[in-house]
């Protein structure tokens, strides 16, 4: 995945605090933390004071997916224009 994550500071503080223990993989944007993890056996445990920091200081709400912040996910090796400013940057100056 090679895109924006968030359109401001304060959104990409909201994304990490949905709780996600890797924000890399586009597939587990669509569902919330941990949501296929306990089945597993792995549970990582949201961190709440960072949590409360975030919606405490910014007078924020955290989503229950990063699909609600991050809006258009390109991957390195997509045709560009993909739509994604960084994620086209990323292949001029690597193709």
């Given at each position: 995945?090679?895109?924006?994550?968030?359109?401001?500071?304060?959104?990409?503080?909201?994304?990490?605090?949905?709780?996600?223990?890797?924000?890399?993989?586009?597939?587990?944007?669509?569902?919330?933390?941990?949501?296929?993890?306990?089945?597993?056996g792995v549970y990582v445990e949201?961190?709440?004071?960072?949590?409360?920091?975030?919606?405490?200081?910014?007078?924020?709400?955290?989503?229950?997916?990063?699909?609600?912040?991050?809006?258009?996910?390109?991957?390195?090796?997509?045709?560009?224009?993909?739509?994604?400013?960084?994620?086209d940057w990323v292949?001029?100056?690597?193709?």
């Amino acid at each position: 995945m090679c895109c924006v994550l968030a359109s401001d500071p304060v959104d990409f503080l909201r994304l990490l605090a949905i709780g996600y223990d890797e924000i890399c993989w586009p597939e587990h944007l669509d569902a919330p933390a941990n949501d296929d993890r306990q089945s597993a056996g792995v549970y990582v445990e949201p961190n709440e004071p960072f949590r409360d920091w975030v919606t405490d200081t910014f007078d924020v709400a955290i989503p229950a997916t990063g699909r609600d912040i991050v809006k258009s996910i390109a991957s390195i090796g997509d045709t560009p224009p993909t739509g994604d400013a960084f994620c086209d940057w990323v292949s001029k100056v690597t193709g």
